[in-house]
């Protein structure tokens, strides 16, 4: 049985029954966490499990277990009474129509730029589980993966486990160089294992990486407090306030996003020099109190903040400690 219930104003309460589909037995041990946190937990002996939240999100809950497909549930309604499981399909190998003209090495120098982030203390600890294709006539390097990813951030002392579901880098010539990549998509769930034990010098570092990042942005426009957290808005050169850019309504805890008619790009100053871009592509987005957004397509960044990748990842779970 699948449920949610407020266990206080600010707690969220999940229990559920992780079933195979076939047999109906109850499947022990599969992984169930919300998507970007450290939130998570594993089923029982029944298939049973039990997840608390200390503040409600809107983030999609993600179910993962050996052997199966992988089951990620958008939205949970009271309604949905248990989970299913389908055995994971055979891969076959992918036909390659146009010949991949890159080495392996040269398309992981990039992989591992673009995904990881420049200068980072990350390593991909099953990395011969990527597989790359590099389309010249597109010029555009793919990644896929059979299995999620096991990748040790050293720096901010996380292991994350990287479910990779879509993964580009679209260049504006036939070059591995930093110069020459136009932009980068990459999506897949990721689940958040904390191995600081405590550590000062990580948690320092969380700090830092926190600061100024997106995530911090949209908890300071989901609460109303850019300015004191340190964020202008910026249209076409002018300051402007967030309520001449944005409609917003919330409902249940979670802030409503419209754009208004003409906003273009919003540039995001944050201190003095710390200077990002936003361009909104949907008429509308949602925030959850975490500072959560979706859909995850419906924002571009740049600048500043399209630079973050996962060796300055935090979970959405995250709090700053002093």
């Known amino acids: 049985m ?3 219930c407020q266990v206080d104003a600010q707690e969220q309460l999940l229990t559920g ?14 992984v169930v966490f919300y998507d970007g946190s450290s939130i998570g937990t594993i089923t029982d002996i029944d298939g049973k499990f039990r997840l608390l939240s200390k503040t409600p999100t809107n983030s999609p809950l993600v179910i993962r277990s050996l052997g199966f497909e992988t089951i990620t549930l958008p939205k949970l309604d009271s309604d949905v009474i248990r989970v299913f499981m389908k055995p994971a399909a055979i891969q076959l190998p992918e036909v390659t129509l ?28 099953n990395e011969d589980d990527v597989r790359l294709y590099y389309n010249k006539g597109k010029k555009t390097l793919y990644a896929f993966a059979n299995r999620p990813l096991k990748i040790k951030n050293k720096g901010l002392e996380y292991l994350l486990v990287y479910d990779v579901t879509d993964f580009e880098v ?24 904390d191995e600081s034990n405590g550590s000062a010098s990580a948690l320092r570092r969380r700090k830092k990486a926190y600061f100024g990042s997106s995530l911090h942005f949209f908890r300071a426009l989901y609460s109303n407090r850019l300015e004191q957290e340190g964020f202008q808005l910026f249209k076409k050169r002018f300051k402007v306030p967030a309520q001449e850019l944005f409609g917003f309504k919330t409902v249940d805890a979670t802030l409503y996003v419209s754009k208004l008619d003409g906003l273009g790009r919003i540039s995001i100053l944050y201190g003095k020099r710390n200077q990002s871009f ?12 975490l500072g959560n957004y979706a859909p995850t397509n419906a924002l571009l960044f740049g600048g500043e903040m399209g630079k973050h990748r996962i060796n300055t990842m935090l979970p959405i779970d995250y709090e700053v400690k002093d």
């Not at 146009?98 to 600890?125: A, M, N, Q, Y």
């Not at 260049?171 to 958040?192: H, I």
Request: glycine share 4%; net charge negative.
């Open 17 to 30: 029954e992780v079933l195979a589909q076939e047999t109906k037995e109850p499947i022990v041990g599969a």
């Open 278 to 289: 936003l361009e909104v592509k949907t008429a509308q987005f949602i925030i959850d109190p």
């Open 2 to 4: 699948l449920y949610v």
């Open 170 to 193: 679209n260049l504006y010539e036939d070059s591995a160089s930093p110069e020459a990549v136009k932009q980068v998509f990459y999506a897949g769930n990721t689940q958040f294992i």
């Open 98 to 125: 146009e010949p991949d003209t890159w080495s392996r090495k040269k398309k992981l120098k990039v992989f591992r730029r673009e995904l990881l982030g420049v200068g980072h203390k990350c390593d991909i600890l």
